[in-house]
């Protein structure tokens, strides 16, 4: 994701920390976004991002061979432990995508709007951490 500062910047694209609606998840007829219904795509590993994400400067350093990402980018991990379903936040829930083992959803733990969904999802911003180390 790209920076602001030393956190996250938030925003409604593929490299910022927010949601795309009706990308990422999308509302039912009342504005509400549910749980197992998607959400904000995270990754578990360095080796499990697309090479279009990571910033070029992890090839040329190589941390991630063939990195071709814009330096803008950086690399950001939010908790410790295992890629496992689990609670990560304040009416938030890990799901690993059942369909693919590199990759999972920050979704929403109950139904709500989808408004609080990315309310959420913005208050997690200072619990980031850069992870290129």
């Given at each position: 994701?790209?920076?602001?500062g030393e ?70 991990k939010l ?55």
């Open positions: 994701m790209k920076a602001d956190r996250p910047r938030l925003g409604e694209s593929a490299s910022c920390l927010g949601v795309r609606e009706g990308t990422d998840i999308s509302a039912d007829t009342d504005g509400n976004v549910h749980p197992n219904s998607g959400g904000t795509s995270v990754r578990p590993s360095l080796d499990s991002i697309p090479l279009r994400f990571l910033p070029a400067r992890l090839n040329d350093s190589g941390r991630a061979p063939g990195a071709f990402g814009s330096n803008a980018l950086r690399i950001w908790g410790e432990g295992a890629f496992a379903a689990d609670r990560m936040a304040d009416r938030l829930t890990l799901r690993p995508d059942p369909d693919d083992s590199q990759h999972g959803f920050l979704e929403p733990d109950a139904i709500m709007k989808m408004e609080a969904y990315k309310a959420a999802i913005a208050a997690t911003r200072d619990g980031w951490q850069n992870d290129e180390s």
